[in-house]
Structure formats: C-alpha cells, structure tokens
C-alpha cells in the first residue's frame, strides 16, 4: 500500500521505518546508497532541504520508487515541452 508523504517528517519517518524492517543502521542505508552518513540523519529528521537527488538515491537502495498522485501523465509532458 502507498504511503502518504505530505511533509518532509512524513518522509523521514517512512525512510527510518524502511530502513529499520530492513534491519538497516544508518551508517550501512548511507553507503548502500551513496550518500553520507549526516545526509540519512537529516533526511529521517525531515530537513526540508535536503537534495532530492540523493532522495531518490536512497528510495532506490531500500527498494522504494517515487510517484505522483494527481498529475496526469500527458499534463507533466506538457510542462516539459
């Protein structure tokens, strides 16, 4: 089932949640995917900052994908152009 992100805190938690059923420290989510150890930390703090780059980096190392509700496919092409 998806998880509802509406906030930076509502993606921390998910992220620390993922990574504690994968039995995961933070030191170890940090070098499975990339990133530095402070990054995870603020990250799961829910730092409104941090770079959606390195995000994505970690959603992928714990399995996780990005998506958008309420925008529909031809509406994101559309703004691309």
């Not at 921390?12 to 990133?35: H, N």
Request: glycine share 8%; no cysteine; hydrophobic share 45%.
């Amino acid at each position: 089932m998806p998880t509802l992100i509406e906030t930076p805190q509502h993606l921390g938690d998910a992220v620390r949640r993922a990574r504690k059923a994968l039995g995961l420290t933070q030191p170890q989510l940090a070098l499975v995917a990339g990133v530095g150890v402070r990054f995870i930390v603020d990250l799961e703090a829910g730092k409104p900052t941090v770079r959606l780059e390195n995000v994505l980096r970690v959603l992928q190392a714990l399995g996780a994908t990005l998506s958008l509700a309420g925008l529909e496919a031809s509406q994101t092409q559309e703004a691309q152009k």
